[in-house]
């Protein structure tokens, strides 16, 4: 894997990447509290399978695109920066494959309903897509999913950041080499309060249209904050082909609790759509 640096719309992106720069786009965005290093056991698993893939560290998350005003953390913002990373690695007239997690999961499925010519295949890992949520707040389980994301009034608070971060990496329990990249990047006040600006303003998502191209969603089933029932509402929303997973003994941070059956089903997600994937590209 290397290190590298995007320049977009005014701003430095921090990323990791791994493959040819020949080889198809993979485009892997991360989940809150983490970094793109949450992608580290993945990526160089998908190069070997023959694909350039690119984790960028989202807007709030590395000193060059950390802007201040919280306005500035709103949804369609991510998913532009989105879009003109991809833009910029040289996929602008090319779909290429969206991978995401959690709060990238949330950016992931507003971009592919909003732009489906820019994405060739989507996986999504844990949050659905956003309109699934929706449906069952407004069913007879809203209860259970809105007691899921209980924890969003906490983390909307100012002042209280460091501790919800701390917390969250103490509850997922996984050994210091995993997560003390997470420590590094996002030592300061400044960085953590960029951070947990999604919660202040990106959480309110607008009508989303149904994906259309080939998906995955994983849902770890113990991550606590979707319920079963939204989980299985996703399905109302993909109208390409669609494959269900349930890491029936994983928490949140499924990418490092459970690498190998993730990568895996990542793996056999785009070996499955190989066909359309050429189609697409033709």
């Not at 894997?1 to 791994?18: E, L, P, V, Y």
């Not at 002042?159 to 917390?167: L, N, R, S």
Request: aromatic share 10%; with cysteine.
């Amino acid at each position: 894997m290397n290190r590298i640096q995007i320049k977009a719309r005014g701003f430095t992106f921090d990323a990791w990447s791994d493959g040819s720069e020949d080889d198809p786009l993979i485009l892997c965005l991360h989940g809150l509290p983490r970094t793109s290093w949450e992608w580290h056991h993945q990526l160089p698993k998908l190069a070997k399978a023959g694909y350039r893939v690119v984790a960028p560290d989202l807007r709030g998350y590395c000193p060059g695109a950390r802007p201040r005003d919280k306005k500035a953390y709103v949804i369609e913002e991510f998913v532009k920066d989105i879009l003109a990373i991809a833009d910029q690695l040289g996929w602008v007239d090319r779909p290429f494959h969206l991978m995401a997690t959690s709060i990238g999961s949330v950016i992931a499925w507003c971009l592919a309903g909003q732009y489906p010519q820019r994405v060739a295949t989507l996986a999504c890992i844990n949050i659905p897509h956003p309109m699934a949520i929706t449906e069952v707040m407004a069913s007879n389980a809203a209860d259970k999913q809105r007691k899921g994301f209980s924890y969003f009034a906490n983390f909307r608070k100012e002042g209280e950041e460091k501790k919800h971060f701390e917390a969250t990496l103490k509850r997922i329990g996984l050994p210091a080499e995993e997560t003390d990249p997470y420590r590094e990047a996002l030592s300061s006040e400044e960085a953590l309060r960029a951070v947990f600006n999604w919660y202040r303003v990106s959480i309110n998502v607008p009508p989303i249209k149904p994906v259309i191209m080939p998906t995955l969603y994983i849902w770890p089933q113990k991550a606590g904050n979707v319920s079963k029932e939204a989980a299985e509402a996703n399905a109302h929303y993909v109208e390409g082909p669609y494959r269900f997973e349930i890491l029936e003994d994983t928490l949140n941070f499924a990418l490092q609790l459970a690498p190998e059956r993730t990568t895996r089903l990542l793996l056999e997600h785009l070996a499955e759509h190989a066909e359309y994937i050429q189609q697409v590209g033709d």
